[in-house]
C-alpha cells in the first residue's frame, strides 16, 4: 500500500512541475510584444531521492522546479548598446543638417541663386538707362532683397542654435531621469533577491532604461561582484559609468548638470548666447564620445576645430551651425568690401593688400551728383537701423583701417546704406561728375558677377554653390550612416 501512495506523490510532483512549466510558458506568450522582454524558462531538476529501507539503493521522488531562468545573451546586450550609440549620433546630426537644408532652399525661385540674379539683372537694365527713377527704385529694392537674404538665414540659424540647445537641455534630463529609474530598480532587484529569488522582469525593465540610455550618450553597463553574502552568494551590484565615471552605482547616482556659458566663453564667436555646457553636478568635466548628446553638440558648436581666438576654445571638428554661420559671414564681407571698394583678393593670401584695392561703388557717382564715397552695403547699427556710409566708416579714411571695418559685417545685420534707402539717385554708374550717361563704374560692378578671384570656390554664385553642395554632401552622409546602424541595430534586436 505503501509503495501505491508513493507512486502517486511522485506523479503529483511531476503535475506540480509540469503546472509551473506551463505557467512560465503562458507568462512568455503574453509577454512576446513587450519590448525588451526576455523569455524565462523553468529549472527543473530531480528532487531528493529516497533510501530503500532495505539498503540496497535510492528510489527517485520525481522532480521540483527550483526556480526560473532569465534566457538573454549579455554579449548582444553589450553589442546593442555599442551600435545604438552611433545610431543615436548620426540620428541627431541628420535630424538638424536636413532642418539646415530647408533652411537654404536651394534651388528655388526664393533661393540665393535667383536673388542674387535678380540684383545684377536690376543692375544690367541700370546700365541701358542710368537716369532712369523707376530703374535705379528696382536696384535698390533688390538689393534690399538680397540683405535680407542673408539676414533672415542668420536669424533662421541662430532660432536652430537655441532650438538644438533646448533639444540637449531635455536630453541631460532624460540622462538623468533614466538613472534614477535604474538606481530604484537595482534597489528594487536587490531586496527581492536577498533570498535566494531571481527578479526577472524587472531586470528586463531595467536592461529597457540601459537600452535607451545607450542612444543618448556612451554608457558601459555591468553587474560586478562587491563582496559575498553570509551565505556565501555573491553580492552583486549593477553600475552604469560615462567614460569611467559611475552615473549609477548600485544604490547611489551622479547627475549631470548644465551650465550656461559665460559670454566671453563662447566656443564660436558667431555663437547665440546663454548656450549650455555639461558636466558632472559635482562640476568634473563629463566626457562625451558618442549618442544623441554627442551629435546635438557637434551640430550646435562644430565649425571644422578652428580656435577661437577670443578665449582660445576649440570647436568640433565638424561642420555645424557656426560653420554654416560663419561661412555667410565671410561672404557678405568679402562681397560687400568688393562692390563697395572694388578690393579683390586675387592671390588668395587673405588680408589686406593695397595692390588689390581697384574700382568700386564707392568710386563712383550717383546720377547728377558731385560727391562720391557713398557706400551700397553696409550694416546695421546699434537701434537696428542702416547705417550711413560715413557712419559705418566712423571717420577712417586710411585703406587698412577700412578693410578691416568690413570685419564688422555679419549676415544678420548686413544691409544696404541708409543714403541709398533714402535716395536712390546716389547709386553710383559714372566714374565722374556731372556725366550721367557714364556707366564705367556701374560696368565694373557688373564684372563681379562673374568674377572668379572674388573667393577661393569662384564667383559669388560659387561660392553659395559649393556651400550648399557641402551641406548636402554631410546631410547625405548622416542619413546613410543612420540608416546603416539602423539595420544593424534591427539584426541585434532581432
Do not use: C
Amino acid at each position: 500500500m505503501a509503495e501505491s501512495f508513493f507512486g502517486l506523490n511522485v506523479a503529483v510532483r511531476g503535475l506540480f512541475s509540469a503546472q509551473r512549466s506551463l505557467d512560465i510558458v503562458n507568462h512568455n506568450l503574453n509577454n512576446i510584444n513587450t519590448p525588451g522582454y526576455s523569455r524565462q524558462q523553468a529549472v527543473q531538476v530531480a528532487s531528493r531521492p529516497m533510501a530503500l529501507a532495505d539498503g540496497t539503493g535510492m528510489m527517485g521522488t520525481g522532480s521540483d522546479v527550483t526556480g526560473v531562468r532569465r534566457i538573454r545573451d549579455e554579449y548582444l546586450d553589450f553589442k546593442y548598446w555599442s551600435e545604438n550609440l552611433s545610431y543615436g549620433e548620426w540620428s541627431a546630426k541628420k535630424e538638424v543638417l536636413s532642418d539646415l537644408e530647408v533652411t537654404f532652399n536651394e534651388p528655388s525661385n526664393s533661393g540665393f541663386t535667383t536673388i542674387m540674379s535678380d540684383f545684377f539683372d536690376s543692375m544690367q537694365e541700370l546700365a541701358k538707362d542710368p537716369s532712369s527713377g523707376a530703374v535705379r527704385s528696382l536696384v535698390k529694392q533688390r538689393g534690399v532683397t538680397l540683405t535680407k537674404y542673408f539676414n533672415s538665414l542668420a536669424t533662421h540659424l541662430e532660432e536652430m542654435q537655441k532650438d538644438v540647445n533646448y533639444r540637449i537641455q531635455t536630453k541631460v534630463e532624460e540622462v538623468n531621469s533614466l538613472a534614477v529609474q535604474i538606481q530604484q530598480l537595482n534597489r528594487q532587484i536587490y531586496i527581492t533577491e536577498l533570498d535566494g529569488n531571481t527578479a526577472n522582469d524587472m531586470r528586463d525593465q531595467r536592461t529597457v532604461l540601459v537600452d535607451r540610455l545607450s542612444k543618448l550618450i556612451n554608457i558601459e553597463a555591468n553587474e560586478v561582484v562587491a563582496g559575498y553574502t553570509p551565505d556565501g552568494r555573491e553580492d552583486r551590484h549593477f553600475v552604469v559609468t560615462i567614460s569611467g565615471k559611475a552615473l549609477v552605482d548600485h544604490f547611489s547616482i551622479s547627475k549631470l548638470a548644465l551650465e550656461q556659458r559665460p559670454s566671453d566663453q563662447k566656443v564660436n564667436r558667431e555663437d547665440i548666447g546663454n548656450l549650455y555646457e555639461i558636466r558632472w553636478a559635482d562640476g568634473n568635466k563629463l566626457n562625451i564620445k558618442s549618442g544623441e548628446l554627442k551629435g546635438y553638440l557637434d551640430v550646435r558648436d562644430g565649425n571644422e576645430g578652428i580656435v577661437n581666438p577670443d578665449n582660445g576654445r576649440v570647436s568640433p571638428n565638424y561642420k555645424g551651425i557656426p560653420y554654416y554661420q560663419k561661412k555667410l559671414n565671410e561672404f557678405v564681407r568679402i562681397f560687400a568690401r568688393a562692390f563697395n571698394e572694388g578690393y579683390i583678393d586675387s592671390n588668395g593670401d587673405k588680408g589686406f593688400d593695397p595692390d588689390e584695392f581697384g574700382t568700386g561703388h564707392a568710386a563712383g557717382y550717383g546720377y547728377n551728383s558731385t560727391d562720391n564715397g557713398i557706400r551700397f552695403f553696409t550694416m546695421t547699427g546699434d537701434g537696428r537701423l542702416p547705417l550711413s556710409s560715413s557712419d559705418f566708416l566712423g571717420g577712417a579714411t586710411d585703406p587698412a583701417d577700412i578693410y578691416d571695418i568690413y570685419e564688422n559685417i555679419t549676415a544678420k545685420n548686413f544691409t544696404v546704406a541708409s543714403d541709398i534707402l533714402d535716395d536712390y539717385n546716389l547709386i553710383a554708374a559714372s566714374d565722374a561728375s556731372g556725366q550721367a550717361g557714364n556707366i564705367e563704374v556701374l560696368n565694373k560692378l557688373l564684372s563681379l558677377r562673374r568674377d572668379t578671384d572674388m573667393f577661393s570656390e569662384g564667383a559669388p554664385e560659387d561660392f553659395m554653390k559649393s556651400l550648399v553642395a557641402t551641406l548636402g554632401i554631410d546631410a547625405q552622409q548622416a542619413g546613410n550612416y543612420k540608416d546603416n546602424q539602423q539595420i544593424v541595430v534591427n539584426q541585434i534586436i532581432n
